[in-house]
């Protein structure tokens, strides 16, 4: 095994090593029907922002054009350093190889959304175990900007090396607390947005409130139109 790669793969309840899985292989992720924890939707006390590396898939898929805006947000250089600004180990040296890299990640993960949205368990899984084989982890320490010690879940490689393992691993870790129910697409007419839903209802159809709003916008007018419609076709009051 590589030196410093946390090799980690996700396998349904009970597989144990009978499927295929080596206790030297790693860490395996039960991705079992269990119930959310108690402090849901909080992160797990492990010095690592686990919403925010699984956030990071959820931001790239959305740059092909979520909430109502129009257009791809990652079709250049500056796209890319715009959905990174934020993230102060992966906003130096973006090269025109990250962009091409990160493009490509993002439809893999929308169709690991998609495959979550659908119910298909094995699907998801499968899509994020061969993700995970692609860009391994690198733990270490970080303290920046005069934090506490913390892990990052890599910090080696290019931009996108980073960006992609630490989204990937994200979004396996938050898999395996809340199962494949709370990711999902959004259901507004031509948004491209997906999610992760955190509400306690597990009720979630859009990607942002924008979206919500234009759809509930759009139900309105149609049941007017209806509405409308049915007073005009209705015959005249007779004396």
Not at 7 to 21: D, K, L, S
Not at 23 to 47: K, M, Q, S, W, Y
Not at 74 to 92: F, I, M, Q, S
């Amino acid at each position: 095994m590589e030196t410093g790669v946390a090799r980690v793969a996700i396998v349904p309840r009970g597989a144990g090593t009978g499927a295929g899985i080596r206790p030297g292989d790693g860490v395996i992720l039960d991705t079992g029907n269990r119930p959310l924890h108690d402090n849901f939707p909080a992160a797990r006390e492990t010095g690592v922002d686990l919403n925010s590396y699984a956030e990071l898939a959820v931001r790239l898929v959305n740059t092909a054009g979520a909430g109502g805006e129009d257009g791809d947000r990652l079709a250049n250089l500056d796209g890319l350093r715009a959905l990174v600004a934020d993230r102060e180990h992966l906003n130096t040296g973006v090269t025109r190889n990250d962009l091409d890299s990160l493009r490509g990640l993002r439809a893999e993960l929308r169709a690991f959304f998609v495959a979550c949205a659908e119910g298909d368990g094995e699907d998801a899984a499968a899509r994020l175990n061969a993700l995970l084989i692609q860009h391994p982890v690198h733990p270490q320490l970080s303290g920046h900007d005069g934090q506490p010690w913390h892990v990052h879940y890599t910090e080696s490689g290019s931009v996108a090396d980073k960006y992609a393992a630490g989204a990937v691993m994200g979004l396996a870790v938050r898999l395996t607390d809340v199962g494949i129910d709370r990711f999902g697409v959004c259901q507004a007419a031509g948004c491209q947005g997906v999610f992760i839903d955190t509400s306690t209802s597990n009720t979630r159809r859009y990607c942002s409130d924008r979206c919500m709003n234009r759809a509930n916008v759009s139900a309105y007018r149609a049941r007017k139109r209806g509405e409308d419609d049915g007073e005009a076709k209705a015959p005249a009051a007779t004396v």
